[in-house]
């Protein structure tokens, strides 16, 4: 089965999930994913920038149906901290939340549906959460062409803060390789992972992110919202020292193109800042 939930990325003026929407059919019970970055960015006129942290705990969910209907989703909460604003104020901090609930059905051995449902929202200390919300829905249909390839295509909807909706081909691809490759594609997520023994391996991996929140409303400023269409490419290594837990160190480089708009959609000011490095460390618990 092909997972959907790297589309989630296009759905974020609040920070959706990213996690695979997909699950082993000996699923655990719980798990949970908390990861940290810290990126050395510029400074920028149309958007919050210079350093920033950005810290994002995820929950995925799987809920066995029948044998061949499942429910399978995400629930995801996360903090930013931007140094610079372009308020002339000493930082920013905003918050997000997102979701994904999805329906899966095997309908053979070859062909697997999947339908479903996704909102978040992201916001400024002191600006509305209800109106920073936003959703939409998504479909796909993917086929099984062998035991170690699947292939997903469909589509998906989304509303956005203070922009026009959102309609975007959904992909996916779950490959094995080689018994030590593996190569998968959730959405606009690529991610390239090589086992090197039981406990390591390396990775490289793409993402798409799409970022943004409802500001506060400041005097003598019409700007009600900021996005951050971003790209990250990077290069990590994980640890597993038992199945239930995993490590993951990474670095790599970021690309931003900050714009601040008005409650009419207005593009007020845009700005495309230089490459950015960044570190991140990620821990997965299940059981």
């Given amino acids: 089965m092909v997972a ?15 996690t695979p929407a997909t699950a082993p059919e ?4 719980f798990v949970a994913e908390l990861g940290t970055q810290f990126e050395f ?14 810290t994002r705990l995820s929950v995925p969910l799987f809920v066995p149906l029948s044998e061949r209907w499942k429910l399978i989703g995400v629930l995801r909460g996360g903090w930013t901290d931007y140094s610079s604003d372009p308020f002339g104020g000493d930082g920013l901090q905003t918050w997000n939340v ?10 053979n051995e070859s062909w697997t549906a999947t339908v ?6 992201s916001w400024e200390d002191g600006a509305s959460f209800s109106d920073s919300l936003n959703g939409g829905g ?8 062998s035991p170690t390839l699947t292939v997903g295509l469909g589509g998906l909807y989304l509303s956005r803060l203070n922009e026009d909706a959102l309609v975007v081909p959904a992909l996916g691809l779950d490959w094995q390789a080689s018994e030590a490759l593996k190569v998968t594609l959730y959405g606009l997520d690529l991610r390239a992972e090589r086992t090197l023994s039981p406990e390591w391996a390396v990775y ?46 990474e670095g790599g480089v970021a690309f931003h193109e900050y714009s ?11 700005d495309r800042i230089k490459p950015a490095p960044f570190v991140g460390i990620s821990a997965r618990l299940s059981f």
């Fill in 41 to 54: 960015a510029e400074e920028s006129p149309a958007g919050p920038g210079g350093d920033i942290i950005r």
């Fill in 138 to 145: 998504l479909a796909m249909l993917s086929y099984k062409f």
């Fill in 260 to 270: 601040l708009r008005n409650d009419q959609a207005v593009e007020l000011a845009k």
């Fill in 116 to 121: 479903g449902v996704l909102g978040g929202g």
């Fill in 204 to 249: 490289l991996r793409g993402e798409f992110d799409p970022d943004g929140a409802l500001l506060e409303r400041r005097p003598g400023s019409e700007v009600e919202s900021f996005s951050d269409q971003g790209f990250r490419a990077a290069a990590g290594l994980k640890w597993t020292p038992i199945p239930s837990m995993s490590l993951s160190l």
């Fill in 26 to 29: 000996s699923s655990p019970r």
């Fill in 98 to 107: 997102g979701g994904l609930l999805t329906l899966n059905g095997d309908f």
């Fill in 4 to 18: 959907l939930a790297g589309m989630l990325t296009l759905a974020r003026a609040g920070s959706l999930p990213v």
